[in-house]
């Protein structure tokens, strides 16, 4: 416990690295050796499996490939014609709509059932495991149960309410929030772990002298939890926002898409578009875009976050 | 590293590399030992069984041919590697859809033009593979079995209500009308799977996009809009409107039900028809093997002559352009077209063989549409000509959903001048 909490404080704290000791310096050739080893076959296997297809799939961006036979290449072309296609800047749209009500949703849940999770509630351990099942689920398989349940037995639950009766999936408007609800749903227990163990490194002498000066709980939250788990709390957002950013197999599961393209996803569309739509080059470069997208957002959200972290 | 090792280990090395590749390479087809092996890419998986049997007979008649049967899943991205790699098969099958047309185009298969077996075949069905595309002036591929893609419909309910199959537009209505008051669900909707839309939309969209329409479209480009030629928004607002009628019948619940479902309630007896292509009656016997169930065409016209049945080419035969081995393929492929061994495979397939005069099944489904291929009243799936990269299922979809053709008809124009903009045709330079 110590030791992960003490490295997202170390990592996220944009910390200065502590100078070691030179004394380790000497005679340590061995040591080092044996750690190059360790190290190397997986940046050679990540170089080979991730980075190469990444530089390959870049560079096909500036051709017209269709995934087989000739090709040219064209320059920009596909990257102007992506900012003129609707169906392309809907998908952003819906993607950014989703992560952001998904992330705060996820985040407000998970720190609320998180402090229950932390007070000395009656078979605390067997609440938390049952709050951990849904990461252990896969997604794909879970969507299509909540995709029976939504379209066969909500309905029948919920018959006197319009919008369920009629199958929500099917909903042009509010499709989304069903598969907001899905992916709120699973994220939360991995947040919940994460929160939990964060507030685990407050020490409850904090809470007694805050109490005997006469704060409210809620004072002692705002003043006392929250600003010394914002290091967990920005860990938790990144990761949300940049997951939710990516959805796909709430979606295929859920909606595929539909109802029309009301669902769809930028990753869904690349992954349609460029392969069963043979637009390869084209999705290559709305791929390119969306991978810079996704790293502007998160060192947006590293800076804001982290000024604000408090320590102690 | 040892000198000793090395000293052996080199010179073993080579030995050995060397006298691997000399038994591959005699394990290669290599005619001076009397026996050329074909590699035949089948792209089928329902028809595995029945072409291993046809490979049995053909070689006990021909002993000096060996066929290797290559049943591939994702025929169409696979044939792909295979050509870019000049490794084209020997025979090959395919679905002919949209993809087919655009190999043929580039020129990768053979020309049948000359090939006597190309007068046995319905030239009704080799018009549908034309229009897919073909290099210019070539016959690039010979339809070998159609599918048809009809109304599917409950005999015995029919006979019960006492209706007939209907010929024209107002029939057909009267017919769903009659089936309502009767208490019976005339279809079953399966939304949920998208695109189950689309057999109703390729038949009822085939009547406005006869003869030269696609070409029109292609010619238009980046410029269709309703003020165009021809466009979407200007010719398919009948189509439209008679497909979100016929889903006026379904019953509830139909957005949210799947294919499947909809196979099983109709092999049930719960609706009286399907809008599914033969290619539904198998799942559907499975299911319940006594029905019987046939098949009509849309009939979205006020003239029961001017019934158009789409059919499309559920099989194509061809072959590589560059393989050594012409002769002994052309062999097979001729026996693959003999008329009792066509009439056999479209048997077991539940679809129609394209070589004139071959009898089609018993199979009530397959004796309803027969006299249409008779005549040549067959024409092909309007969406192998609308490139993937548009959600045609989608869009079809949502339509069905809201009701609301012109949004439909004004994004499938915008996604065919987008598409048609952004496509820049590679040059093979």
Redesign the interface.
């Known amino acids: 416990m110590a030791t992960m909490t003490e490295a997202v404080r170390a990592s996220s704290t944009g910390g200065t690295a502590r100078k070691r000791a030179t004394r380790l310096r000497s005679g340590e050739s061995r040591a080092a050796a044996t750690f190059y080893w360790m190290v190397w076959p997986a940046v050679v296997a990540f170089a080979l499996f991730h980075t190469l297809p990444v530089l390959i799939g870049i560079f096909f961006s500036f051709t ?1 490939y ?7 290449f ?1 320059g920009f ?2 990257y102007i ?1 992506l900012f ?4 392309v800047l809907h998908a952003y749209g819906f993607s950014f709509l989703f992560a952001i009500v998904a992330t705060i949703l996820t985040n407000v849940i998970s720190l609320s059932i998180a402090l229950g999770l932390n007070a000395k509630i009656k078979a605390r351990n067997f609440w938390r495991g049952i709050y951990f099942v849904p990461y252990v689920l896969a997604i794909l398989v879970i969507g299509y149960v909540f995709q029976f349940f939504f ?2 037995s909500l ?1 029948k639950i919920l018959a006197g309410i319009p919008l369920f009766a ?2 929500i ?2 909903n ?1 408007t509010w499709a989304w929030t069903a598969i907001v609800a899905l992916g709120v749903w699973q994220a939360c227990a991995f947040a919940i772990i994460i929160y939990l163990s964060g507030l685990q490194t407050i020490p409850g002498e904090l809470y007694e002298a805050a109490s005997i000066d006469g704060a409210s709980p809620w004072r002692q939250f705002t003043s006392i939890t929250f600003p010394l788990i914002s290091a967990f709390f920005t860990i938790n957002v990144v990761l949300s926002l940049k997951g939710f950013l990516q959805v796909f197999d709430q979606v295929v599961a859920l909606t ?7 669902t ?1 996803s930028v990753t869904l569309l690349i992954f ?2 460029g392969f ?4 390869f080059a ?1 999705q290559s470069a709305n791929a390119v875009v969306f991978f810079i997208v996704i790293t502007i957002v998160s060192l947006l959200q590293f800076r804001v976050l982290q000024r604000r972290e408090a320590d102690f | 590293m040892k000198p000793t090792a090395s000293r052996f280990g080199r010179p073993a090395a080579v030995l050995a590399l060397a006298g691997l590749a000399a038994v591959v390479g005699g394990c290669a087809a290599n005619p001076s030992n009397g026996v050329t092996t074909l590699n035949f890419f089948q792209f089928k998986g329902e028809a595995l069984n029945d072409f291993n049997a046809i490979i049995e007979d053909f070689e006990a008649e021909n002993p000096d041919i060996r066929v290797i049967q290559n049943q591939v899943p994702e025929a169409d ?1 696979i044939i ?2 295979l ?2 790699k000049d490794k084209a098969p020997d025979v090959i099958t395919l679905n002919a859809n949209g ?1 087919f047309g655009k190999l043929a185009q ?1 020129g990768v298969f053979y020309d049948f033009s000359d090939e006597p077996v190309l007068e046995t075949i319905n030239p009704a069905v080799q018009e549908i593979l034309a229009d897919l595309g073909n290099k210019e002036g070539e016959v690039n591929g010979l339809g070998y079995v159609n599918n048809a893609n009809g109304v599917i419909y409950n005999q015995e309910i029919f006979e019960e209500q006492g209706l007939e199959v209907p010929e024209t537009w107002d029939e057909f209505i009267a017919v769903c009308d009659a089936l309502v008051d009767a208490g019976i669900t005339p279809f079953y909707g399966t ?2 799977d ?1 695109w189950t839309g689309l057999p109703s939309f390729n038949a009822l969209g085939a009547y406005p996009s006869q003869g030269d329409f696609w070409d029109q479209m292609r010619e238009e480009g980046e410029n269709v809009g309703p003020d165009s030629e021809v466009s979407f928004q200007k010719d398919f607002p009948d189509a439209m409107d008679q497909q979100y009628q016929l889903f006026s019948y379904m019953q509830d ?1 139909y ?2 039900k799947t294919y499947d479902e909809g196979n099983a309630a109709f092999a049930n007896g719960e609706v009286a028809m399907l809008l599914q292509g033969i290619w539904a009656i198998n799942p559907v016997k499975a299911v319940n093997p006594d029905i019987r169930a046939a098949i009509f065409p849309y009939p979205a016209v006020d003239d029961p002559d001017d019934r158009l049945l789409v059919s499309g080419v559920d099989v194509v035969v061809t072959m590589g352009k560059t393989t050594p081995h012409k002769e002994e393929a052309m062999r097979f492929i001729d026996y693959l077209f003999e008329k009792d061994v066509i009439e056999q495979f479209a048997a077991s397939q539940n679809m129609v063989p394209s070589v004139k005069g071959a009898e089609i099944s018993d199979d009530p489904s397959l004796q309803s549409v027969k006299p249409f291929f008779d005549e040549g009243k067959i024409t092909g799936f309007i969406d192998h000509q609308i ?5 045609l299922a ?2 079809d ?3 069905l ?2 009701g609301d053709a012109d949004a439909a008809l004004a994004t499938l124009d ?2 065919w001048a ?1 598409v048609a ?9």
């Open positions: 017209n269709p995934g087989y036979g000739d090709w040219n064209i072309s596909n014609n003129k296609d609707d169906r379209s066969n309905p009629d199958n999936l099917t042009e595929n898409g539909g109802p029309g393209t009301a769809e349609r578009g069963s739509g043979g637009e084209y | 991205t792909r590697t050509l870019v993809g580039a939304l949920a998208s619940g957005r949210g490139p993937p990269s548009i959600p989608s869009i979809q949502q339509f959903y809201s915008s996604e987008k903009a952004r496509t820049i045709p590679v040059t093979g330079e």
